[in-house]
């Protein structure tokens, strides 16, 4: 029976054994070069305007604003002589959009409420914005929209910082700069002090989490749209929850075909944490239409099911003891959670090769790492890279002869609260 599941998910191409690492690593590539033209491609690669030299001062405050998939905070940020970042006024809520739809005026609200009390404490304010936008010469971004099913409509083809230096003007706080940056860039960013320390050659930033993004260095900003600056280095947001050079199964058509933004962020959608819960759930009613596994009380549970969260399926999978909701029932047989091992298994292989395709392609850009002695520093951040069963190994395992192939050499960091850190950094060397 194992064997027979294991080839169905294949052919379902949920398996990381129904792709070729090489032709998506290729088309990856080929996607990165033509967004960096300003030719048609799935990957936006958007440049950030900001660089990775110069030193950040110490004991300056700075506001930040981190926009997250998940939650909203806002602190005041200082870095010590020990280049340790230390966090003050400290604000955290769910991200406003994420649970029902906003107004523009109401997301600015928020953010003033939260900015009014520290005014007198800072000058500029680091702004890491999780979602596609556009960041202009100005350090302001164009949002471009939305993902991870954020509603908050009249912002989309808006400028985000703008928006909040007039909301704040609005309440009499004036002369407040904002340089906006994306969450990934942020994640970057947040690497240089490690990454200095043992000479790295060159950043990036990847996070996997709600969503997933990259950023990386680079090294000719003349090519096609780019800006020469900082020596013809540039951090580049590549935006590459959008690649969709790849094959796509009939479940992955079908959730992006029910999602809020279908046709767009199509890669996101098959290895980030929000949608393998329900990628995993889709699975195991078609794997029971198809060849009748599970038992018959398993079969009548699982048609019941609405909703599988990633935590839950997880949980299973790693036989740790904790909450696995509906699918602890007495309903299920231990035969039936084991197929469901098995499922979520295939999920998270194919989301590991693709992820080690999107690192290694970061890297071959970067140009860089081609020495042991200074490799490239590859920031990662996310709960789903991180607490998803065996993926961090996952990756590593399939990113490791990638690399080997092509000489190139990392050293994979986890910065605590890189997009705060990035951001912070940000605000104080832009001004």
């Given at each position: 029976?194992?064997?027979?599941?294991?080839?169905?998910?294949?052919?379902?191409?949920?398996?990381?054994?129904?792709y070729?690492?090489?032709?998506?690593?290729?088309?990856?590539?080929?996607?990165?070069?033509?967004?960096l033209?300003?030719?048609?491609?799935?990957?936006?690669?958007?440049?950030?305007?900001?660089?990775?030299?110069?030193?950040?001062?110490?004991?300056?405050?700075?506001?930040?604003?981190?926009?997250?998939?998940?939650?909203l905070?806002?602190?005041?940020?200082?870095f010590?002589?020990?280049?340790?970042?230390?966090?003050?006024?400290?604000?955290?809520?769910?991200?406003?959009?994420?649970?029902?739809e906003?107004?523009?005026?109401?997301?600015?609200?928020?953010?003033?409420?939260?900015?009014?009390?520290?005014?007198?404490?800072?000058?500029?304010?680091?702004?890491?914005?999780?979602?596609?936008?556009?960041i202009?010469?100005?350090?302001?971004?164009?949002?471009?929209?939305?993902?991870?099913?954020?509603?908050?409509?009249?912002?989309?083809?808006?400028?985000?910082?703008?928006?909040?230096?007039?909301?704040?003007?609005?309440?009499?706080?004036?002369?407040?700069?904002?340089?906006?940056?994306?969450?990934?860039?942020?994640?970057?960013?947040?690497?240089?002090?490690?990454?200095?320390?043992?000479?790295?050659?060159?950043?990036?930033?990847?996070?996997?989490?709600?969503?997933?993004?990259?950023?990386?260095?680079?090294?000719?900003?003349?090519?096609?749209?780019?800006?020469?600056?900082?020596e013809?280095?540039?951090?580049?947001?590549?935006?590459?929850?959008?690649?969709?050079?790849y094959?796509?199964?009939?479940?992955?058509?079908?959730?992006?075909?029910?999602?809020e933004?279908?046709?767009?962020?199509?890669?996101e959608?098959?290895?980030?944490?929000?949608?393998?819960?329900?990628?995993?759930?889709?699975?195991?009613?078609?794997?029971?239409?198809?060849?009748?596994?599970?038992?018959?009380?398993?079969?009548?549970?699982?048609?019941?099911?609405?909703?599988?969260?990633?935590?839950?399926?997880?949980?299973?999978?790693?036989?740790?003891g904790?909450?696995?909701?509906?699918?602890g029932?007495d309903?299920?047989?231990?035969?039936?959670?084991?197929?469901?091992?098995?499922?979520?298994?295939?999920?998270?292989?194919?989301?590991?090769?693709?992820?080690?395709?999107?690192?290694?392609?970061?890297?071959?850009?970067?140009?860089?790492?081609?020495?042991?002695?200074?490799?490239?520093?590859?920031?990662?951040?996310?709960?789903?890279?991180?607490?998803?069963?065996?993926?961090?190994?996952?990756?590593?395992?399939?990113?490791?002869?990638?690399?080997?192939?092509?000489?190139?050499?990392?050293r994979?960091?986890?910065?605590?609260?890189?997009?705060?850190?990035?951001?912070?950094?940000?605000?104080?060397?832009?001004?």
């Amino acid at each position: 029976m194992s064997q027979q599941i294991v080839a169905w998910l294949k052919e379902r191409l949920v398996s990381a054994e129904a792709y070729n690492a090489e032709e998506l690593l290729n088309n990856f590539l080929i996607e990165m070069e033509k967004g960096l033209n300003g030719d048609e491609s799935s990957l936006a690669m958007i440049p950030a305007f900001v660089g990775v030299a110069g030193q950040v001062p110490t004991g300056k405050p700075v506001a930040v604003i981190d926009a997250g998939g998940t939650n909203l905070r806002v602190c005041i940020a200082r870095f010590n002589a020990a280049g340790e970042v230390e966090l003050e006024g400290f604000s955290k809520q769910p991200m406003p959009g994420r649970f029902e739809e906003k107004t523009r005026a109401e997301f600015y609200q928020v953010l003033a409420d939260a900015l009014e009390p520290m005014k007198d404490d800072f000058e500029s304010i680091g702004f890491c914005f999780s979602y596609p936008a556009e960041i202009k010469p100005n350090f302001d971004g164009q949002l471009l929209h939305w993902t991870k099913e954020i509603k908050i409509p009249e912002l989309v083809g808006r400028h985000v910082g703008g928006g909040l230096i007039e909301a704040l003007e609005a309440r009499g706080i004036s002369g407040k700069k904002v340089v906006l940056l994306n969450d990934t860039v942020a994640c970057l960013l947040a690497g240089l002090a490690q990454g200095q320390g043992f000479n790295a050659s060159s950043y990036i930033g990847f996070i996997l989490g709600t969503g997933t993004n990259t950023a990386y260095v680079e090294q000719n900003g003349n090519i096609g749209k780019l800006v020469d600056m900082n020596e013809g280095a540039q951090v580049i947001n590549v935006e590459s929850g959008g690649f969709a050079a790849y094959p796509r199964s009939a479940i992955d058509l079908k959730l992006d075909a029910e999602s809020e933004n279908p046709g767009s962020h199509v890669f996101e959608k098959a290895l980030s944490g929000v949608y393998m819960g329900t990628i995993t759930l889709e699975l195991l009613k078609a794997l029971q239409h198809d060849l009748a596994v599970f038992s018959k009380s398993g079969a009548e549970a699982l048609a019941a099911l609405d909703d599988l969260y990633i935590i839950q399926i997880d949980n299973l999978a790693a036989e740790n003891g904790r909450d696995i909701g509906e699918l602890g029932s007495d309903r299920f047989t231990e035969g039936d959670r084991e197929i469901m091992r098995m499922v979520f298994k295939g999920v998270v292989d194919r989301a590991a090769l693709l992820t080690a395709v999107n690192l290694c392609a970061a890297t071959v850009k970067c140009g860089a790492g081609k020495d042991a002695a200074h490799p490239v520093c590859v920031n990662i951040d996310g709960s789903t890279y991180y607490y998803t069963y065996q993926m961090a190994d996952k990756v590593q395992a399939y990113l490791k002869p990638m690399l080997e192939k092509r000489g190139l050499h990392i050293r994979c960091i986890q910065v605590d609260d890189a997009p705060v850190v990035g951001a912070a950094i940000a605000g104080l060397v832009t001004f």
